[in-house]
């Protein structure tokens, strides 16, 4: 099985390559240097030349507020980029997997979206995604998940982050009003592995391609989220206070309820992702006993 990643260093590209070492899996993972993302012939021509059975993308331009101000960098890696490996991956006959966000949706529901939801976002960053998604289910042989709030001990994240800021003030102010469904980037890339045999030799009218929703069962707060994390830590000093979305006036708008139903993950692949907490807890355990 060989596979090639685009994205060499966020966390969820580092977490499938970690993953891939364990089970025997070659991943050969572009950087930004490897292939410059907002240059269409330098997709194509990766994927050309690689060596290959899928292709995987896990880059994005993630960051919420800069994409307020920088709009054609986020579309141009968000959306453009992504069209180009799916239309590149459908002329070579190669299945391709794209990570895409709950950030497409408004945040206005009662419920946990499902795949067949309107998606309405109401930022710059959830824009593009939407938009990627959209270019890349245009092509046959595709795979679009949707993932959110993710964590591993990878890299710079929610958990990493929180548990970081709880050692050094004696309060945390955490936004209480945002919810949403914390995902597991470990058991994501364990999932993205094995699935990607199935991917690799099935036909186009498989149910396992399409889009998809990934994440851990239930929903959290931001204040729940890191609560679950820092409460793990005998070394924590801070108190979390909980507050408001608004009272951070961040650039852009954040979707204030966003849980993800994974029902159909579960029909098609028989894949029912852990509660978010104890992957939670689990994950700041394995981050204490590192520091």
């Known amino acids: 099985m060989k596979i090639l990643q685009f994205g060499q260093t966020g966390q969820v590209a580092t977490v499938v390559q970690a993953a891939a070492k364990v089970g025997g899996v070659e991943v050969a993972a572009l950087s930004r240097a490897d292939c410059d993302l907002e240059n269409p012939q330098a ?80 930022n710059v960053y959830g824009h593009s995604k939407l938009a990627g998604e959209q270019a890349v289910l245009a092509h046959p042989r595709t795979v679009v998940l949707r993932i959110s709030w993710v964590f591993s ?47 690799v030799v099935a036909p186009a009218e498989d149910p396992a391609f399409g889009l998809f929703h990934f994440a851990n069962a239930g929903e959290a707060s931001r204040f729940e989220f890191a609560q679950a994390a820092i409460d793990r830590d005998p070394r924590s000093r801070a108190r979390l206070e909980p507050t408001t979305q608004a009272a951070f006036a961040e650039p852009a708008p954040r979707p204030p309820r966003t849980p993800l139903d994974t029902g159909k993950l579960r029909a098609v692949f028989g894949v029912t992702p852990e509660p978010w907490r104890p992957a939670v807890e689990r994950t700041a355990d394995r981050l204490i006993s590192l520091v």
């Open 43 to 122: 997709i194509r021509a990766a994927i050309l030349a690689a060596d290959c059975g899928l292709v995987l993308n896990t880059a994005a331009f993630t960051h919420v507020d800069p994409a307020e101000a920088r709009p054609d960098e986020a579309f141009a890696v968000n959306a453009i980029a992504p069209g180009v490996m799916a239309q590149t991956c459908a002329a070579r006959g190669l299945p391709f997997v794209h990570l895409s966000t709950d950030a497409v949706f408004d945040g206005l529901t009662d419920r946990a979206y499902v795949e067949t939801d309107a998606a309405r976002p109401i």
């Open 153 to 199: 001990r990878y890299g710079r994240n929610y958990v990493s982050f929180m548990l970081r800021l709880a050692r050094e003030r004696e309060v945390l102010k955490v936004v209480a009003d945002q919810f949403g469904t914390p995902t597991d980037g470990e058991a994501l890339a364990g999932f993205l592995l094995a699935a990607a045999p199935r991917w």
